[in-house]
């Protein structure tokens, strides 16, 4: 008997049922989401890029025009990941019997990219017109670090998590079928 769940952060809806459906839904979630963080993460690398070049005030007024963008990615970064937590990591578990060791790298990953965001959102609001220029690279710096290792883990995502899925899957359909 299946049955429908839907998760109130994110109104993602899930079935829960036998357990090839529940991962062929995870990984199809997982992969949706990971196209998403990839244009956020390009859009914010190209307005870091546009903030590098310029004169000082300039480079300032354009820290300040990404913070929104910046909080946007940091949020969808914490809803996925208690979603992960929630759903994708016990499902691993259930179906591969441990929690793997490159997920739990990946978690790590995640938390530095997360302290880089904050600290950047967090400096960001005291930055001025005629602040001085080591503070706004060091914002610069802060935030291509963060964006480096979230594209590193989404990297990992498609030579790791990915193809372990596809196998898991192929496997789960020659035994549940």
């Not at 914010?44 to 300040?64: D, F, H, M, T, Y």
């Not at 710096?141 to 989404?154: G, P, V």
Request: hydrophobic letters at 35%; aromatic letters at 8%; proline letters at 5%.
């Amino acid at each position: 008997m299946s049955r429908l769940i839907t998760d109130r952060n994110t109104q993602h809806t899930m079935v829960l049922c036998d357990p090839s459906v529940r991962f062929r839904d995870a990984v199809n979630r997982l992969e949706e989401e990971q196209g998403e963080m990839k244009a956020q993460i390009l859009s914010i690398r190209q307005l870091v890029e546009k903030s590098g070049k310029g004169e000082p005030g300039r480079v300032c007024a354009r820290i300040a025009e990404m913070k929104p963008y910046v909080c946007e990615l940091m949020a969808r970064l914490q809803s996925h990941e208690e979603w992960e937590k929630r759903y994708v990591f016990p499902l691993l578990a259930e179906l591969t019997g441990k929690r793997m060791g490159p997920m739990s790298v990946m978690d790590l990953e995640r938390e530095w990219a997360m302290q880089y965001l904050k600290s950047y959102i967090e400096q960001s609001g005291s930055i001025g017109m005629f602040s001085p220029e080591p503070k706004t690279r060091e914002l610069l710096r802060q935030i291509e670090q963060a964006l480096f290792i979230l594209e590193e883990h989404l990297r990992k995502n498609e030579e790791i998590v990915f193809p372990l899925a596809d196998q898991i899957a192929a496997d789960m359909d020659r035994y549940y079928r």
